[in-house]
């Protein structure tokens, strides 16, 4: 089974809080996709690395100290809607916990 989930979503009560649980698996990241997670498998997926090259470009006018809360939401939504309409193929990934 891939360590990747895809979209579809149910809740799941633990311990009596409501859990999101994903249920659709994907065997192999494409390499437009964008992998959530830690570690090396993230790091040097080609999604996550034109990912981060993009998100050079708003990191100065992000950590500008005169930059309000208000302001650096934006700039993140700019990076993501700047990222999607790259490729309307790409997917965000959940990484499930690959041991």
């Known amino acids: 089974s891939s360590p990747f989930l895809g979209a579809a979503k149910s809740r799941k009560k633990t311990n009596g809080k409501a859990k999101k649980k994903i249920s659709s698996g994907i065997a192999s990241p494409a390499?437009?996709?964008?992998?959530?997670?830690?570690g090396g498998?993230?790091?040097?997926?080609?999604g996550n690395m034109r990912f981060r090259d993009?998100?050079?470009?708003?990191?100065?006018?992000?950590?500008?100290?005169?930059?309000?809360?208000?302001?650096t939401f934006g700039i993140s939504q700019d990076l993501l809607q700047r990222v999607r309409a790259e490729d309307s193929d790409k997917r965000v990934l959940i990484n499930s916990g690959m041991k």
């Open 41 to 46: 498998l993230t790091n040097r997926h080609p």
């Open 54 to 71: 993009e998100a050079r470009h708003f990191r100065a006018k992000y950590h500008d100290n005169g930059t309000i809360r208000q302001e």
């Open 31 to 38: 390499d437009l996709d964008i992998l959530r997670g830690r």
